[in-house]
């Protein structure tokens, strides 16, 4: 047993709710955090913080495993409270199928582990009932997302302008039909507090538009290119930037678009070397993986900064 099991009275010791026998069955969770404690890999003051003694033998808000393991046991899900210490931000909520109740209570959980939250493709409806419910919130109905921020760092954060960052991304939209999925992007860098410049309407159809744009689109670090059509515009963009392009293909177009997949398939046919492309309607995505590139170049920024002037290698 671990050590610090003996410095426990016998009125600290976790104890079952009188209607609850030791043979009740237990979550397999639960049962596995058991036998961790038998083996001396976790303490009991850990598993006592993981299983929120209160709590034993409900399936609300049963917190188990180590910081980067954590999940939380809802009624409905199961919530990754570890993913953000294991990927640098936290479990992202589809909304779509899921009622007004359900996304509460994940985003519940994750307040109360201090993360702010991020759902996407939310229903209307449901968006309105969670903006009266988290009032430390933002809910784009454009982009179909809400994001909450914790209480004492209200209000929700605006996107972040380029000029107060040393790296951002740029979103830039081949046409003005592609905004929902723009904003989608835009909403998910402004969660990961990523800073982002917005290009509106500079598809191929218009060359000018773009050449226009180059300067600034120059400054950033990163960018993600939407477009619908023929999917023309990322390639273009990219052969003019030295950065990673991430390519998200709209279902916006006539029949022969056949929903975004004739974009899709160019975007993925395109001999630009620096071009990804992810999926149809998927603005997310492409911010989030535009996102943990400029937090890897933050990183590296500070740690260049923090070094010794003196530190060599050999």
Not at 203 to 211: D, E, F, H, N, S
Request: net charge negative; proline share 6%.
């Amino acid at each position: 047993m671990p050590d610090d099991a003996s410095q426990l009275s016998q009125s600290d010791r976790p104890t079952l709710p009188q209607s609850q026998s030791p043979s009740a069955s237990l979550s397999p969770e639960i049962a596995a955090l058991i036998a961790e404690v038998a083996a001396g890999t976790t303490s009991v003051a850990e598993a006592i913080s993981a299983l929120q003694i209160a709590n034993i033998g409900s399936t609300e808000n049963v917190r188990i495993g180590s910081e980067a393991e954590k999940m939380a046991v809802i009624d409905g899900a199961t919530v990754d409270l570890g993913r953000q210490r294991r990927c640098g931000f936290g479990e992202v909520i589809y909304g779509e199928g899921k009622d007004f109740e359900l996304i509460a209570r994940i985003i519940d959980s994750q307040i109360a582990d201090a993360q702010t939250s991020l759902v996407t493709r939310v229903h209307p409806e449901a968006a309105e009932k969670l903006k009266s419910r988290f009032p430390h919130s933002h809910h784009d109905a454009i982009g179909r997302t809400f994001r909450t921020h914790l209480a004492s760092e209200a209000p929700c954060p605006a996107p972040i302008d380029p000029e107060d960052r040393p790296f951002h991304v740029a979103v830039i939209t081949a046409g003005s039909t592609d905004a929902a999925v723009a904003a989608e992007a835009i909403e998910t860098l402004t969660w990961m507090g990523v800073a982002v410049s917005v290009f509106t309407d500079i598809g191929v159809a218009g060359p000018q538009r773009l050449i226009h744009a180059l300067p600034k689109l120059r400054k950033a670090s990163a960018a993600v290119v939407i477009a619908g059509m023929e999917g023309a515009l990322p390639p273009v963009v990219a052969g003019h930037l030295s950065i990673p392009i991430f390519a998200v293909p709209t279902s916006v177009g006539y029949g022969a678009t056949l929903g975004g997949l004739t974009p899709l398939l160019g975007m993925l046919s395109s001999c630009a070397a620096n071009v990804a492309v992810v999926n149809i309607d998927a603005g997310f995505k492409g911010g989030y993986l535009a996102g943990t590139i400029i937090r890897q170049l933050e990183k590296a920024s500070i740690h260049s900064t923090h070094r010794s002037p003196n530190s060599s290698t050999n």
